[in-house]
Nanobody, 121 residues
């Protein structure tokens, strides 16, 4: 099971970016899919999460600006980021929890490689 994130880049403050993360590997179901971020010198923090049923949660710092969504058929999670601020600059990581795959195997968690988001002031 692998997760591949994409969509990061450089954007001016106030701009938008859309991150994508696709999971692959004979996947049957994925429970929650999440986006985390880690800025230099800071701990990794949860940005947003979404369950297989569509329930979402957000960090207070991104509420109203970021929207998480997923396409279960494609095993893909998205993060639409609007009104970006310089403090949103970080490496963004996608995470998938409780993955069922192959011949009914389970893995508790998988991480994708990060994608860098840089917001210029």
């Amino acid at each position: 099971v692998q997760l591949q994130a994409s969509g990061g880049g450089l954007v001016a403050a106030g701009g938008s970016l859309r991150l994508s993360c696709a999971a692959s590997g004979s996947i049957i179901t994925i429970n929650a899919m999440n986006w985390y971020r880690q800025a230099p010198g800071k701990q990794r923090e949860l940005v947003a999460g979404i369950t297989s049923g569509g329930s979402t949660n957000y960090a207070d710092s991104v509420k109203g600006r970021f929207t998480i969504s997923r396409d279960n058929a494609k095993n893909t999670v998205y993060l639409q980021m609007n009104s970006l601020k310089p403090e949103d600059s970080a490496v963004y990581y996608c995470n998938a929890e409780r993955i069922r795959y192959g011949h009914d195997y389970y893995v508790s968690s998988r991480w994708g490689r990060g994608t860098l988001v840089t917001v210029s002031s």
